[in-house]
């Protein structure tokens, strides 16, 4: 079964405005990765935030980690076009396994 | 992507017939997967290997088997196709492991299969 949850599944915006994503997962994670997908491409990795952190950034990403809620959020910061794509978030939990949830898909509005 | 191929990329096929995908790296990396991708599941792991010789199963391992006899090549059979196998399957690798060192992956740019 999936462990993480995409929130929300799609979301449009206008380009320049931030874009936020959430991801909600069940069990003890070690650690939270989230990955872009564009159309028709593999997966990329985009940053990893450990169990032991609470924020991180990485350009215009910014990328919170509540522990006791389950829950990381994935900021982009004044959207352009080519950050249309999907996004996944992937957890790492204790039993050594990395599950990926379903997805957001961002379109980003000229 | 990283030195990661897959080959083939499309490849149509009919329910009962074998089929092999291919995953190739030039990177070294110690670990590889095979994912499934398909709407409304998202990433799905199918098998993965920790070494030469060594797999091990994932979530959605029913009827698929791996073979890595190489580092950098890692092998996904259809032993008998069917259409419920029909997908956009992904080959990714990392270089280490550990609970604590996290593990990030790369992707390869996938393989469409269609099962008639």
């Known amino acids: 079964s999936q462990q993480g949850e995409e929130d929300p599944q799609a979301l449009s915006i206008q380009e320049g405005e931030n874009a936020t994503m959430n991801c909600s997962y069940k069990?003890?994670?070690?650690?939270l990765q989230w990955y872009r997908q564009n159309s028709g491409r593999g997966l990329v990795h985009l940053i990893l935030i450990r169990s032991n952190e609470r924020e991180k950034h990485s350009g215009r990403l910014r990328v919170t980690l509540d522990t006791s809620k389950k829950s990381s959020s994935l900021l982009i910061t004044a959207s352009r076009a080519a950050d249309t794509a999907s996004y996944f978030c992937a957890t790492l939990n204790r039993d050594d396994k990395i599950i990926f949830g379903k997805g957001t898909r961002l379109h980003i509005l000229p | 992507d990283a030195g990661i191929t897959q080959s083939p990329r499309h490849k149509v096929t009919e329910t009962g017939t074998p089929v092999t995908l291919r995953c190739h790296q030039t990177e070294n990396h110690r670990y590889m997967y095979w994912y499934r991708q398909d709407p409304g599941h998202g990433l799905r792991l199918i098998h993965y290997?920790?070494?030469?010789?060594?797999?091990d199963k994932g979530e959605v391992s029913d009827g698929y088997s791996v073979s890595r006899s190489k580092t950098e090549d890692f092998l996904l059979t259809l032993e008998s196709a069917t259409s419920s196998q029909t997908s956009v399957y992904f080959c990714a690798i990392s270089e280490s492991r550990g609970l604590a060192g996290g593990r990030e992956q790369f992707f390869g740019p996938g393989t469409r299969l269609t099962v008639l």
């Open positions: 069990t003890s994670i070690n650690n």
């Open positions: 290997s920790y070494g030469v010789k060594d797999t």
